[in-house]
T-cell receptor
């Protein structure tokens, strides 16, 4: 089956710095990837997605990079703010209409 | 616009009992997916429904079942509850099954 891994379970960054959260996947047939943010006690919140025909996509303060050669996905958050503190999940479309989630990275922003 | 709503917010059940969880998707969305999230882990896919038909099923026992109604709301049913069923149950809606938006979840505790 598909496996989705995160390189680091926790990440602490200074307020104002940029954050980079990484994700590795194993299925080269995966064609759709999503980053979600989950705050304590809430459901995952859609941040940004990217399809396999792209290698970069930008949103408001966020950028997703996809490297299909090494099966690696990253989320970059510019000028990290205290409100960015949460658990971040990468998820990928694994066929059969299901999203497969990674274990998550907990981002803590130091004021 | 209202987001995805789920009910109840919390509930406590005893082993062997049955539970029904409910979800109302975002207006206009025709697809509903269900996920189980155990504490400290990423969500795991249970079902996806589109236009009232099951379109995908994750690796969960037959004790788990679901259905989607003509108004696109959905129910998740779990029979013969086990302690290991204690989790946050998340519902996600989407137009076509891909870009999924999550509700706040139902916290189920089995004692």
């Amino acid at each position: 089956g598909e496996s989705v891994g995160l390189h680091l379970p926790t990440l602490s960054v200074q307020e104002g710095d940029n954050s980079i959260i990484n994700c590795a996947y194993s299925n080269s047939a995966s064609d759709y990837f999503i980053w979600y943010k989950q705050e304590s006690g809430k459901g995952p919140q859609f941040i940004i997605d990217i399809r396999s025909n792209m290698d970069k996509r930008q949103g408001q303060r966020v950028t997703v990079l996809l490297n299909k050669t090494v099966k690696h996905l990253s989320l970059q958050i510019a000028a990290t703010q205290p409100g960015d503190s949460a658990v971040y999940f990468c998820a990928l479309w694994a066929g059969s209409y299901q999203l497969t989630f990674g274990k998550g990275t907990k981002l803590s922003v130091i004021p | 616009d209202a987001g995805v709503t789920q009910s109840p917010t919390h509930l406590i059940k005893t082993r062997g009992q049955h539970v029904t969880l409910r979800c109302s998707p975002i207006s206009g969305h025709k697809s509903v997916s269900w996920y189980q999230q155990v504490l400290g882990q990423g969500p795991q896919f249970i079902f996806q429904y589109y236009e009232k038909e099951e379109r995908g099923r994750g690796n969960f026992p037959d004790r788990f079942s679901a259905r989607q109604f003509p108004n696109y709301s959905s129910e998740l049913n779990v029979n013969a509850l086990l302690l290991g069923d204690s989790a946050l149950y998340l519902c996600a809606s989407s137009l076509d099954g891909y870009e999924q938006y999550f509700g706040p979840g139902t916290r189920l505790t089995v004692t």
